[in-house]
T-cell receptor, first 116, second 114 residues
Framework: NAGVTQTPKFRVLKTGQSMTLLCAQD?????MYWYRQDPGMGLRLIHY???????AKGEVPDGYNVSRLKKQNFLLGLESAAPSQTSVYFC???????????????FGAGSRLTVL | DAKTTQPPSMDCAEGRAANLPCNHS???????VYWYRQIHSQGPQYIIH???NNETNEMASLIITEDRKSSTLILPHATLRDTAVYYC???????????????FGQGTILTVHP
């Protein structure tokens, strides 16, 4: 049981290049999230998904696109990378509705992206 | 979601209890208090959550004041591995339009000393 797995762990891009970050979870969780974390700042939500085939914008969605074609995978795409997107990206997942309504998220180990 | 206020940093001696405070004076009745922590370079890890009553699990205890405007996370016997950034988050019950989104602030950097 791997939990939440992010690939790649590290990537260096040049401005204008595109890339996709993959998040995979094996816990049959309904909800998935992409956050970014910059030095000295907390995590900020980029996009999220409440189920297969659905996506929604978070706090800082500009410059990113996402897809959730399969329940277990949530992809984060950068169509034209910019230096401002240099960050550590974290994926998280959560079970669907629960009686307690608890927001217990399981996070991946992170993907460190540098845009030159 | 209600805003939280935490001290930027705290120190604790190994083996002693670490008490991390959090103010959430604008919390509403349907909002829970969550604690997560992030050890350097790792993803955040869930610790505990509560609504009104005090809660305890294998990692920590959560004490919520009667008016729910503040809370304290207690690590009963801190170890060096507990050195991390601790986030106090207030969030509505997941469901409806909240979709389980959590808003992470700056957190408290807890340093456990030998």
């Amino acid at each position: 049981n791997a939990g939440v797995t992010q690939t790649p762990k590290f990537r260096v891009l040049k401005t204008g290049q595109s890339m996709t970050l993959l998040c995979a979870q094996d816990m049959n969780h309904e909800y998935m999230y992409w956050y970014r974390q910059d030095p000295g700042m907390g995590l900020r939500l980029i996009h999220y998904s409440v189920g297969e085939g659905t996506t929604a914008k978070g706090e800082v969605p500009d410059g990113y696109n996402v897809s959730r074609l399969k329940k277990q995978n949530f992809l984060l795409g950068l169509e034209s990378a910019a230096p401002s997107q240099t960050s550590v990206y974290f994926c998280a997942s959560r079970k669907g509705q629960s009686r307690s309504g608890a927001n217990v998220l399981t996070f991946g180990a992170g993907s460190r992206l540098t845009v030159l | 979601d209600a805003k939280t206020t935490q001290p930027p940093s705290m120190d604790c001696a190994e083996g002693r209890a670490a008490n991390l405070p959090c103010n959430h004076s604008t919390i509403s009745g349907n909002e829970y208090v969550y604690w997560y922590r992030q050890i350097h370079s790792q993803g955040p890890q869930y610790i505990i959550h509560g609504l009104k009553n005090n809660e305890t699990n294998e990692m920590a205890s959560l004490i919520i004041t009667e008016d729910r405007k503040s809370s304290t996370l207690i690590l009963p016997h801190a170890t060096l591995r507990d050195t991390a950034v601790y986030y106090c988050i207030v969030s509505a019950r997941a469901g409806g339009t909240s979709y389980g989104k959590l808003t992470f602030g700056q957190g408290t950097i807890l340093t456990v000393h030998p």
